[in-house]
């Protein structure tokens, strides 16, 4: 509690450039808790789904019943209903409804990650301006018969330096979620991608062993 009324009391003496940054912090940090739990809660797959998806000719009852273990709402449930629906089309219908959804799940996923690159982006520039600020006001302590209030430097000084610091802290912080949060994106969608083509596999076979079947006499 001491370690966090020392904090606060530093920040005061930031000047008024920390106030934005604040604003910018608690952004930062609300996307991050957000994209953290639709990770958690809407992007997972249970292995027993995984493996039956792998298994070559598997029975499409066994695929809808795993579909129930999923989260309501997954994302990844969204995806696979989309192609067990339309399975009695053709396969190239059937891939594209598929690719229309994803395209739906990536913007989904991608929200909000913008404002953590513009967060990347202005807080150093905040801080610079809360650097040039205090700066200003040391300056204008020094008159023409020399300085007039030492004190007075040493606060400039220090809000430039809160302001800088801070800006900083906030955009590596940003930086780093954006980067991980992307990463996770973009292996999510190439996992979709990837076991989506096994199920329109599936539905060629399908529909291959159909037409043989009204070939044979």
């Known amino acids: 509690m001491q370690d966090l009324y020392n904090t606060l009391t530093t920040l005061q003496f930031g ?61 990844f449930e969204r995806f696979f209903r989309v192609i067990l629906d339309n399975r009695a089309h053709p396969a190239w219908w059937v891939e594209s409804r598929a690719a229309d959804e994803a395209q739906l799940i990536e913007k989904a996923l991608g929200r909000g990650l913008w404002v953590l690159e513009t967060i990347v982006t202005a807080a150093p520039l905040l801080g610079l301006v809360g650097t040039i600020i205090g700066m200003m006001a040391s300056f204008k302590l020094i008159g023409g018969s020399g300085l007039v209030n030492p004190t007075g430097i040493t606060g400039g000084v220090a809000q430039a330096l809160i302001a800088t610091t801070l800006g900083l802290i906030i955009a590596l912080i940003a930086l780093f979620a954006f980067n991980f949060f992307s990463h996770l994106q973009s292996k999510t969608m190439d996992e979709m991608e990837r076991l989506g083509t096994r199920l329109v596999d599936h539905i060629r076979m399908d529909q291959e062993g159909q037409e043989v079947l009204r070939e044979t006499p």
């Open 15 to 75: 000047g008024m450039m920390v106030y934005p940054l604040v604003l910018l912090g608690v952004i930062a940090v609300a996307i991050i808790i957000d994209k953290a739990f639709v990770y958690w809660r809407y992007v997972r797959l249970s292995g027993s789904l995984l493996a039956l998806v792998e298994t070559y000719r598997f029975a499409w009852t066994q695929f809808e019943a795993q579909l129930t273990s999923l989260m309501p709402g997954s994302y």
